[in-house]
Structure formats: structure tokens, C-alpha cells
């Protein structure tokens, strides 16, 4: 592990989590020992508009329970749940952080997907799984970490198979070059982020043989899910389920900071959607 990915890695490290998600489970009124997929949604889809923007990116693919799934930096699992229990689809995730993956292993346990579901410990940039193992890659809110985007984009073209299919929603550029303002979910201080404009990930994918097949700017719809959730935050106080689960203290100060940037044009949360050519 290089020295930002183990700044990324206690980044995202902040204690007892899989604890953490089941007292919130019970403040929710929700017996933890039965508890589905769907009980762990407001928590577990740790991006933009949650399982809305799930919901959005799949309704653009074709899964069927014969799909190998690849979860590129998994976090808690929760998008591998989704497919798993969506689909019948089975999923392998990975992550570079030990306790997302061991939180994602004990809540696919905790809700039955473990048959679906498997976690590993790695890096986007030496992806632990086998050539050409998948046919479908997805990406949510990673990009963010990682400097080295054509690294990427290499080897989710090593670990797909022949005409295979990548699908990424990530925090990009937006069109006001301005410095953004700090700690953000994915990043407490800006030596950890590395946030670029979508012609930097399609120049990247053309070069590891991967084809754009849609791209959609999803600024709208980020701007009125979170003026939503501070509306909801405002009348009702915080729900004990939520993302927050795994931001630490500060999590209020980072969500602050996004909509901040979000609304000044400085960020684009954006959906890419590739296949792979050769």
C-alpha cells in the first residue's frame, strides 16, 4: 500500500462501525438479527443521492443472475448488496480499507447475501482478482481518492471480459476552476483528493480500450437531494441510519462543504458508462 493509500485507508477508518450500524438499526426500530437489504440502504450506498442514484446508474445496465459483478472500492458493501438482492446477481467487492471490508463481510452475514457476496482487501491500481473474470465493473465515488485514473481504467480493462461493461458515477470537475473548500467526505485536506474533469476519465478509458457509451451530469439532481436532506435534517434532527455512520465527527462540516462546492460550480457529480472494444 503506497503512502496515499494508507492516508485514504485511516481516512475512512473511524472505529466499532459494524457496532455502530447496528445500534442505528435498533434506534430505526428494526431488530437487527432481522434485518434485510433494504433496512441498511440509508446507510450503506455511500454517495451522492444514495440508492436513488443506484436505482439510476442499473436501470441503465442489463443484469441478469448470471452477471460476474466487480465492485471497485466497495466500502461497507452496500452496493454489492444492492445487486446481489436486486439481480441474483453474484458480486466480489474490494476495498482499501480493512474495516469497510470487514463491516461489509459481517452485514452481508447479518442480512443473508453471503452466498452472493465476497470481500477483499486492495487497490483500484492492482485490482486482487483475475484477467478477464467480469463482465460488468462498477465505480462509485472512488475516483475521488486515486491520482493515477489511467491506472484505473487499465485494470478494469485487465479484469473484464470481452465486451464487457464499465459503469462509474464519481465527483468530477465542475466548470469553475477554483480551489474547493475542505474536509470533504472523501478527503479531510486536499493532498488525498484528486478530482478531475470527465475528458481526463475518457481520455483515460480510450486508452485502455474501453468506448463511452453515455455520460450524464448529475448536478441537478445532487443539489436537490441534498436540500432535501438538510430540509428533512432541519424539521426532523439527524436520523440515527445514514452515511454519516462513516464520516466521523466532522460529518455535518463535510456535507456542508460539498453542497458548498456542489453549488458553485466547482464539482460534477457524473455517471460514465463504457464498454470494453477489444
Not at 485514504?8 to 442505528?24: E, K, P
Not at 438482492?85 to 452475514?109: I, Q, Y
Not at 479484469?159 to 475542505?182: N, S, Y
Request: with cysteine.
Amino acid at each position: 500500500m503506497s503512502d496515499i493509500e494508507d492516508a485514504v485507508a485511516r481516512h475512512y477508518t473511524t472505529g466499532a462501525l459494524t457496532t455502530r450500524v447496528r445500534d442505528a438499526l435498533k434506534a430505526s426500530g428494526v431488530n437487527p438479527d432481522s434485518a434485510t437489504a433494504a433496512d441498511l440502504k440509508a446507510s450503506d450506498e455511500f454517495h451522492t443521492g444514495g440508492v436513488a442514484a443506484t436505482d439510476h446508474l442499473f436501470n441503465q445496465l442489463s443484469l441478469t443472475p448470471a452477471t460476474r459483478v466487480l465492485d471497485i472500492g466497495c466500502g461497507i458493501g452496500g452496493t454489492s448488496r444492492y445487486v446481489a438482492d436486486r439481480f441474483g446477481a453474484k458480486v466480489t467487492g474490494f476495498d482499501l480499507t480493512p474495516e469497510f471490508v470487514e463491516t461489509a463481510k459481517s452485514l452481508s452475514e447479518l442480512v443473508r447475501l453471503s452466498d452472493k457476496v465476497s470481500f477483499l482487501e486492495g487497490s483500484a491500481l492492482d485490482m486482487p482478482v483475475p484477467d478477464a473474470g467480469f463482465d460488468l465493473a462498477i465505480m462509485l465515488h472512488v475516483g475521488m481518492n486515486i491520482e493515477d485514473k489511467q491506472g484505473i481504467f487499465s485494470e478494469v480493462s485487465r479484469a473484464l471480459a470481452k465486451d464487457g461493461t464499465f459503469a462509474l458515477f464519481d465527483v468530477m470537475r465542475g466548470h469553475v476552476d477554483e480551489p474547493m473548500a475542505f474536509p470533504l467526505p472523501w478527503s479531510t485536506q486536499p493532498d488525498t483528493s484528486f478530482v478531475d474533469k470527465p475528458e481526463f476519465y475518457k481520455k483515460s478509458a480510450e486508452h485502455s480500450g474501453l468506448s463511452l457509451v453515455s455520460e450524464n451530469d448529475r448536478t441537478e439532481f445532487a443539489l436537490a437531494f441534498f436540500e432535501e436532506a438538510f430540509a428533512k435534517a432541519a424539521k426532523d434532527g439527524p436520523a440515527p441510519m445514514g452515511i454519516h455512520l462513516m464520516m466521523g465527527e466532522t460529518a455535518p462540516e463535510k456535507f456542508k462543504n460539498y453542497f458548498a462546492n456542489l453549488r458553485a460550480g466547482r464539482i460534477r457529480p457524473t455517471e460514465m458508462i463504457f464498454k470494453k472494444t477489444g
